[in-house]
């Protein structure tokens, strides 16, 4: 997870970092949308705009997940 600000807003998002090493912060709207947005180039700066960027490690469960992914759809 990625926490930041931009244009200052605080936003909150999962992060993924691509080959080059560019931090991408996606960020997804309750409706299924959602936004990628570059939070730290591939030199270690933030782009402007960014700031007080922090990288969060939250754990995750496969079982859990695979659990949740055999749920019944709901009608």
């Known amino acids: 997870m990625c926490r930041f600000t931009r244009d200052g807003i605080p936003e909150l998002g999962e992060y993924l970092e691509s080959v080059d090493g560019t931090g991408i912060c996606k960020l997804t709207?309750?409706?299924?949308?959602?936004?990628?947005?570059?939070?730290?180039?591939?030199?270690?700066?933030?782009?402007?705009?960014?700031?007080?960027?922090?990288?969060v490690r939250v754990p995750m469960v496969w079982e859990s997940i695979l659990m949740l992914a055999m749920l019944p759809a709901s009608s």
């Open 29 to 55: 709207e309750l409706d299924g949308g959602g936004e990628e947005v570059v939070v730290c180039l591939p030199d270690g700066t933030m782009p402007e705009g960014i700031s007080d960027l922090e990288l």
